[in-house]
């Protein structure tokens, strides 16, 4: 059994360098991140933005954090499926469809917030 961390630092630091691991590899392997990311550039500068009042701009800007979020955790279930069933495999390819019914609502969430939103300044 490995010894449990004593310093709180330490393992902040190494869970931080884990994390910054992990979207170094979103952005290098996974290109419908990087998609996500070029419009996070240009959709959460503009939420905070439109929004008016503070409770707009997180709803704006995090609707589309969430999309990321998502995309993060398909993108996770995509290569332990790949990882333990190479082949074609029925229930393999159902968990796949999940993640990626998990992004769709994110993103038909996100995009039915920012419309209302908006919709809401005319």
Known sequence: MPK?????????IQACSYSWKGLNAAVRYEHAFRQELLLAAILIPLGLYLGSGMIEKILLAGTWILVMIVELCN????????????DYAP???RAKDLGSAAVFLALGLSGFTWIMILASHI
Request: hydrophobic share 45%; proline share 12%; no cysteine.
């Open 91 to 93: 229930l393999a390819g």
């Open 4 to 12: 449990p961390d004593t310093n709180p630092l330490l393992h902040l």
């Open 75 to 86: 993108s996770s279930i995509e290569a332990v499926v790949d990882l333990v069933s190479p």
